[in-house]
């Protein structure tokens, strides 16, 4: 089982986590309440762990206009 980071807004790859051995503890999902487990974590078809959060260029845009992020893109 791998757990992949992407951003939930342009789908990058941020990063991802092989090991078997890191617990929801150590990754501070055990800290998130049941909606945003919801919201943030889901499955692929193979049991992988899809976490969804934000990249660093998107918090940027964020940053100058939080307003886009009713928009279906940040970039378009």
Do not use: W
Not at 46 to 63: A, I
């Amino acid at each position: 089982m791998a757990i992949h980071y992407i951003c939930r807004h342009c789908q990058k790859s941020i990063g991802r986590i092989d090991s078997s051995r890191v617990t929801e503890s150590q990754l501070g999902f055990d800290q998130l309440t049941p909606e945003e487990r919801e919201d943030i974590i889901t499955s692929d078809v193979e049991g992988n762990q899809l976490v969804k959060v934000t990249c660093e260029s998107c918090q940027e845009v964020l940053e100058k206009d939080p307003e886009r992020v009713l928009y279906p893109s940040l970039f378009h």
